[in-house]
């Protein structure tokens, strides 16, 4: 007699607002093994000596478990990072032991003194969730730099989102075989999207899967300039990191430097 094969066992955990990443703090490096840190860092170092004051003391909000401020720390800035989950400041301080780490909202935070620079990458500035916020946001990191101090961030244009559109990747990590996810999803109208994340770990024939949700600001680039245009001398490029150039306005993806003006 032919045995029809065992079907791998799989349990769905639904995980709600920040759990994910507060759960899955270990996993989050993974999660994020296919992004160059480095490039992107040594990319606003470049921005900083074109458009800033070419200073040293950076900050950068949503910092994860630091691997930004690594880069920037190796480069010779005394670099610092805020995160709202401890979590990930805990490895973040294992991995950066030289920096300050502090648990804050980056739509609300306070510095010891002003900036030269101050970031926010992977497309983080979506987490101030509302537009009252990522104006409150603005206004934040406006008064913590020094006058020709630069911001630099990457957004998405809400109106140029393919709901349809994803990116996955692959890991191993000690028995485990884990496939994320992720996509962006905006019904049309108003200032709402979500980014929609899954993590999926097999072991020995067994498979999880989280499903998160975390609800992000939706803004148009036009929408966007005009928020940091009172504050700033704002600059639009092309989202690449390995070269400097304009804005096409066609791309959905863009890096916003900001001079404080």
């Not at 913590?144 to 994803?166: P, T, Y």
């Not at 001398?233 to 890096?255: C, F, K, T």
Request: glycine share 6%.
């Amino acid at each position: 007699m032919i045995r029809a094969p065992k079907s791998p066992l799989i349990l769905q955990v639904i995980m709600p607002g920040n759990a994910l990443y507060t759960d899955l703090s270990g996993y989050y490096d993974l999660m994020c093994a296919d992004i160059d840190y480095q490039t992107q860092s040594q990319c606003i170092q470049r921005l900083q000596q074109l458009f800033g004051n070419a200073g040293k003391h950076h900050l950068d909000l949503a910092c994860g478990t630091g691997p930004h401020v690594r880069h920037f720390i190796d480069a010779g800035y005394q670099s610092s990072g805020l995160d709202i989950n401890q979590p990930m400041l805990d490895r973040a301080m294992l991995r950066c032991p030289e920096a300050r780490f502090s648990m804050q909202d980056m739509c609300s935070f306070k510095v010891a003194e002003p900036l030269d620079l101050i970031t926010c990458f992977l497309y983080s500035i979506h987490y101030s969730a509302g537009i009252d916020r990522l104006k409150a946001c603005i206004a934040s990191v406006h008064g913590a730099l020094k006058r020709g101090g630069l911001f630099c961030f990457n957004a998405v244009d809400k109106n140029l989102i393919d709901n349809h559109s994803f990116v996955s990747h692959s890991a191993r990590h000690e028995n485990s075989l884990f496939n994320f996810s992720s996509a962006w999803h905006y019904h049309g109208t108003g200032s709402q999207q979500s980014l929609k994340l899954s993590i999926q770990r097999t072991m020995a024939g067994e498979t999880q899967v989280w499903h998160d949700e975390h609800p992000m600001v939706a803004v148009g680039f036009a929408e966007l300039q005009a928020l940091l245009q009172p504050y700033f001398e704002v600059h639009v490029l092309e989202h690449d990191y390995s070269m400097i150039n304009p804005w096409d306005r066609q791309s959905g993806n863009a890096l916003f430097a900001c001079v404080k003006i």
